[in-house]
């Protein structure tokens, strides 16, 4: 995987700055940090659903394995 470092950032905002315009830059890093920030707090709670399902799936199958005549007894009912 491709590193990138200071020297490389620094040629980036520089080429932004020339580009974008030193008016514009600072409100193109704030909309571009409030776009990182949302995606964040979406992959963040994605993995928090998926962190959820995966403890009540684990806490099922120890039932599961604790009382096996409880899912007899359910099948039954049905």
Known sequence: MPQIGWFEILIIVVLSILIIGPKDFPIMIRKIGGWIGSFK???????????????????????????????????EDE
Request: glycine fraction near 0%; avoid cysteine.
């Open 41 to 75: 707090n979406y992959f963040n709670e994605m993995q928090k659903d998926f962190n959820d399902v995966s403890v009540d799936l684990d806490e099922n199958d120890s039932l599961n394995k604790e009382n096996p005549n409880l899912n007899k007894n359910i099948k």
